[in-house]
């Protein structure tokens, strides 16, 4: 029974930090790459980061590059997102998100390879 079961999300004020995790359990075979999408009040769910299990190779939504940075552990089954100088516009709903499927790295950002999802972890990034 595959589930991703994400944590680290919360308040934060303009210019802090958040962390968070998702860990992936229940699987029998390598995810191939994960990746974060956030989703605000009345707009499209939008790609923030995404990372390829094995090489470690990342992408980033214009709007988060040089503040937030993905990262994972692949013996652990965890990825990442450090969130840094955050700004109001970052709150949102985050999602992680897990593929078995392989792709090139100008493709992370489609929702639509990755089969598995979490719950969701509201971040909100107070002024």
């Known amino acids: 029974q595959l589930q991703l079961v994400e944590s680290g999300g919360g308040l934060v004020q303009a210019g802090g930090s958040l962390r968070l995790s998702c860990a992936a359990s229940g699987r029998a075979f390598s995810f191939a790459g994960m990746g974060w999408f956030r989703q605000a009040p009345g707009k499209e769910r939008e790609f923030v980061a995404g990372i390829s299990m094995s090489a470690g190779t990342t992408q980033y939504a214009d709007s988060v590059k040089g503040r937030f940075t993905i990262s994972r552990d692949s013996a652990k089954n965890t990825v990442y997102l450090q969130m840094n100088s955050l700004k109001p516009e970052d709150t949102a709903v985050y999602y992680c998100?897990?593929?078995?499927?392989?792709?090139?790295?100008?493709?992370?950002?489609?929702?639509?390879?990755?089969?598995?999802w979490g719950q969701g972890t509201q971040v909100t990034v107070s002024s």
């Open positions: 998100a897990a593929r078995y499927g392989s792709l090139s790295p100008s493709y992370y950002h489609d929702p639509n390879p990755y089969g598995y």
